[in-house]
C-alpha cells in the first residue's frame, strides 16, 4: 500500500513528530520570547534553558534557511498588547481518527476525519451530520470546498465528490466527478487519454493519485493531487474544462486569491503562481504560468494570503514560513523574511482578519501578527494536541462575540476550540 503524505516528503529529522503521554493533557498558552538573534547559538545551561527555548527553536529553522532574515522582532509586551487566548472545548465526533482537514462555511465546520466528513455547528460546536464516500475504498477525505451551494470533497481514491445540505441540515450525495457523461464524452477518442505509466493510460480529465486539494473561484473549482496535475472544473455542471502538470512532485496545497490568480505548493519545494487568459477562439480561459517561486529547501506543505491577497504565506518541512510580497520588478514575488518558532514541520496556515495562524508537526498552534512597517508579532502559542496539528480553521467573533473563534484539527483525533481576542493598537496584516 501506497502512503505519501507530508510524513513521506520531508526528512525523518525535521517532520517526525514524538508522540505524547498516555493521557490527556491540559490546553495551555505558552509564554512567547521575541526572537531578535541573528547568529545560531546553543545554550545549555539549566538556568537559561527556559528563557532561550524559542530561539532555539528558531535556530532549527536558521539552519535550513540561513540567508532569509527573521521577521518576528516584536512581543505582545513591545506593543502594549493584552492577547487572552481561552480554551473552550474539545469537539465530539464519532469516530475519533486523523482529522486531515477542516473548514468553515455558513456557521458550519466541516472536518475530515478518516473517510468522513463531521458537520459541527459552530454556536454551540454540536455535531449535526456525518457523510462519507459510497463505500470505505473512497479513502481519506483530504480536502472540503464550496462552490455555488454545493460541497466537494476531496478523496484518496483519486475522485472528487459532490454533496448538497438539504433543508434538514443533512447532506445529500449528487455526483463523483468526473461525471459518467464527461467520462462518455472523452472517452472513443485517443488523444483524450494521457499516460500514467508503463501500460496504463487515463483521461485527462482524471485523477490519477489522491486529490490532495481543493480551492473555489467565482463559479470554479480548482483540483491539485499527488499525480502533480493541477486540474479546473466548472460548478455549474461539473465538467473539466483543463488539466495541466504543474509539478515535478506531489502537490499539497492550493489557494486562490480573489482575482482568480492560482498558487500551488508542492513536494518539489516550489510554489507556482498561475493565471488564466482568455483563448480567442474559444470561450474558455486557459491556465498560464506566471512565476515559480523558489526559496523552500524541503516539500511545501501550506499556504495561505492575506485579507488584502497581496502578501502569501507558505509552511513547509523546513520549519518555516516564508512571507512573500509583491513586487512587480522582481519574478512576481520575492521573499521579505521568514517567521521562525516552530521546532518541526509546518503543516498547516490559515488567515482570518489580521491574524495569521500556523499549526505544525510540534504539536503546537502559533498565532501571529504583522505590522505596518513589516515586522511580525507572535502573540501566542498554544498547547494542548497529543500529536501534530494537521488542520486550523476558524470563524470572526465568537462565543463572546469579538476576536476569532479557532478550531485546530490533529493526528491525535481530537478538534480542539480556542476563542483568541486581542486588545490594544496594532497595524492590521495587510
Excluded at 52 to 72: A, D, G, I, M, R
Excluded at 298 to 323: M, Q
Aim: net charge positive.
Amino acid at each position: 500500500m501506497k502512503v505519501r503524505s507530508w510524513l513521506s516528503t520531508c526528512s525523518s529529522t525535521t517532520c517526525i513528530a514524538t508522540s505524547g503521554g498516555g493521557g490527556a493533557t491540559t490546553p495551555s498558552t505558552k509564554p512567547f520570547h521575541s526572537d531578535t538573534s541573528s547568529d545560531i547559538q546553543f545554550l545549555s545551561s539549566p538556568s537559561s534553558q527556559d528563557t532561550s527555548s524559542s530561539s532555539l527553536q528558531s535556530n532549527l529553522s536558521l539552519l535550513t534557511l540561513p540567508s532569509v532574515p527573521s521577521l518576528q522582532k516584536l512581543s505582545p509586551e513591545n506593543l502594549n498588547l493584552s492577547v487572552a487566548t481561552h480554551f473552550l472545548t474539545t469537539l465530539k465526533h464519532r469516530r475519533p481518527v486523523h482529522i486531515n482537514f477542516m473548514a468553515v462555511n455558513d456557521n458550519l465546520l466541516y472536518a475530515a476525519s478518516g473517510n468522513e466528513v463531521n458537520v459541527f455547528e459552530i454556536i454551540n460546536n454540536t455535531l449535526i451530520d456525518t457523510f462519507s464516500g459510497d463505500n470505505i475504498s473512497s479513502g481519506a477525505v483530504k480536502s472540503v470546498a464550496f462552490c455555488d451551494g454545493k460541497i466537494f470533497t476531496a478523496h484518496q481514491d483519486c475522485k472528487i465528490r459532490v454533496w448538497k445540505l438539504t433543508i434538514h441540515k443533512k447532506h445529500k450525495f449528487i455526483t463523483i466527478l468526473p461525471t459518467l457523461e464527461d467520462r462518455f464524452r472523452k472517452f472513443i477518442l485517443p488523444q483524450n487519454y494521457v499516460k500514467v505509466r508503463r501500460h496504463k493510460k487515463k483521461l485527462w480529465i482524471e485523477h490519477h493519485d489522491a486529490v490532495s486539494g481543493l480551492a473555489v473561484y467565482e463559479n470554479s473549482v480548482s483540483s491539485i493531487s499527488w499525480d502533480k496535475s493541477l486540474k479546473i472544473w466548472r460548478g455549474t455542471d461539473f465538467r473539466c474544462t483543463e488539466s495541466i502538470t504543474a509539478h515535478d512532485d506531489s502537490i499539497n496545497a492550493v489557494i486562490v486569491s480573489n482575482d482568480g490568480i492560482i498558487y500551488t505548493g508542492s513536494a518539489d519545494k516550489r510554489i507556482k503562481v498561475w493565471g488564466t487568459a482568455k483563448v480567442q477562439e474559444k470561450k474558455e480561459k486557459k491556465i498560464h504560468l506566471i512565476a515559480t517561486l523558489e526559496k523552500h529547501k524541503s516539500a511545501v506543505n501550506a499556504l495561505a494570503l492575506n485579507s488584502a491577497r497581496n502578501i502569501l504565506f507558505s509552511g513547509a518541512c523546513d520549519r518555516s514560513i516564508l512571507v512573500w510580497e509583491r513586487e512587480e520588478s522582481a519574478n512576481y514575488m520575492v521573499v521579505t523574511g521568514a517567521l521562525r518558532g516552530h521546532s518541526r514541520a509546518i503543516l498547516c496556515l490559515i488567515s482570518v482578519n489580521d491574524f495569521l495562524f500556523s499549526g505544525s508537526a510540534d504539536q503546537t498552534l502559533r498565532i501571529w501578527q504583522r505590522r505596518v512597517d513589516g515586522l511580525y508579532c507572535c502573540l501566542a502559542v498554544l498547547d494542548g494536541h497529543q500529536k501534530p496539528v494537521r488542520s486550523l480553521a476558524a470563524a470572526e467573533g465568537g462565543d463572546s462575540g469579538g476576536g476569532v473563534k479557532v478550531f485546530s484539527g490533529s493526528f491525535d483525533g481530537e478538534i480542539k476550540v480556542w476563542q483568541v481576542e486581542v486588545s490594544g493598537v496594532i497595524s492590521p496584516l495587510s
